[in-house]
C-alpha cells in the first residue's frame, strides 16, 4: 500500500508544523512525517515553512531573526483555530520516535537561506545527538530522509548522508515558488533526478500530470518517488497507477480514507 507522509503534520486541519497537526497525523494513522526546517537567530532548527513569520502566525518578519523563545510565544494560525508551542526538530524527532511504530521523517532544507549551510550542519547534529545511522539512515524505528530542492543543500549533506537517504525536490514551474531557486538550480535539480546523483525524487504533483513518463522513468531506474501535495482522491489514484510509493499529503487520514473506500 502506498505510504502517507503528514505535510507539516495534518496541516488541514490544525496549525501546519504545530505539535497538534503533527499528533492528528499520528492519531490518523500517518507513515510519516513531513517538515521543513529553518534556524531561529540563536542557532535552533525549528519546524517552519516560510523565511517569515507573518503568514503562518501572529508574528512578523524573518524567522532567523526570532529567538527561539520569541518564536516558542507566536500564535500558530492554521485549520481548527490558533496554537502555541513551535517545535523544535529535536522535539517533533522526539514525538515520531514515540509513536512506537516505524515511520518516515521527511525533512526539508529550505533556501535560499542567510545562513549559508548551517541549517544542514544543525539538522545533522541534532540527528546524531539521538543516535542516528547515516549508513542506514535509521533513528531507532524512524527512517530519516533529507531533502532540498537546492543542489547546492544536498551536495552539502551528501558528504556526510549516503545518495539512498537525499531526495531532490521538483517542480516544473520555476516562476512560481521561490523555493525553487533559480533557473540554473532548477536545472540542475532536473540532472541530479535524471542522473540518480541522490536516491530520491520528490516531484510536485504538476509533474506528475504533465511529465508522467519521467516519472514512469525514475521509478524504473529504482529511485524512491515521493509525491507532493496529494490531497484528492483522484490525483493519488493517477500517482498510484504510475506505481509511486509514497505520497505527501495534508490530511492522511482523509486522504486513506477516500482511497479505501475508492471502487
Not at 495534518?10 to 496549525?15: N, V
Not at 530542492?149 to 549533506?157: S, V
Not at 501535495?229 to 497507477?241: S, W
Request: charged share 20%; hydrophobic share 50%.
Amino acid at each position: 500500500m502506498t505510504r502517507l507522509v503528514a505535510h507539516r503534520g495534518a496541516s488541514a486541519l490544525e496549525p501546519e508544523h504545530s505539535r497538534a497537526a503533527y499528533e492528528r497525523a499520528l492519531a490518523d494513522g500517518a507513515d510519516g512525517l513531513e517538515c521543513d526546517v529553518r534556524l531561529t537567530a540563536d542557532g535552533v532548527a525549528v519546524c517552519w515553512h516560510d523565511a517569515t513569520l507573518d503568514r503562518t502566525s501572529d508574528g512578523r518578519g524573518p524567522v532567523h531573526e526570532a529567538t527561539l523563545a520569541q518564536v516558542r510565544a507566536l500564535a500558530l494560525r492554521g485549520p481548527g483555530g490558533d496554537a502555541r508551542g513551535a517545535l523544535t526538530l529535536r522535539e517533533l524527532l522526539g514525538l515520531a520516535l514515540g509513536a512506537g511504530r516505524p515511520l518516515t521523517v521527511a525533512i526539508e532544507l529550505k533556501h535560499p537561506a542567510p545562513y549559508g549551510w548551517a541549517a544542514e550542519d544543525a539538522v545533522l547534529a541534532e540527528l546524531d545527538a539521538l543516535g542516528w545511522d547515516p549508513a542506514s539512515g535509521a533513528l531507532g524505528d524512524l527512517r530519516i530522509s533529507l531533502m532540498s530542492f537546492h543542489p547546492g543543500a544536498l551536495a552539502h549533506l551528501a558528504r556526510r548522508v549516503p545518495a539512498a537517504h537525499l531526495m531532490v525536490l521538483l517542480d516544473d514551474a520555476p516562476g512560481a515558488d521561490p523555493d525553487l531557486g533559480s533557473a540554473a538550480d532548477v536545472a540542475e535539480a532536473w540532472r541530479l533526478a535524471d542522473a540518480g546523483i541522490v536516491g530520491g525524487v520528490g516531484p510536485g504533483l504538476g509533474v506528475v500530470r504533465r511529465r508522467p513518463e519521467r516519472v514512469a522513468a525514475w521509478l524504473a531506474a529504482g529511485r524512491l518517488v515521493r509525491v507532493w501535495t496529494v490531497n484528492a482522491a483522484g490525483d493519488a489514484a493517477a500517482c498510484l497507477a504510475l506505481g509511486v510509493p509514497e505520497l505527501t499529503t495534508d490530511d492522511p487520514g482523509g486522504l486513506r480514507a477516500a482511497l479505501s473506500a475508492a471502487p
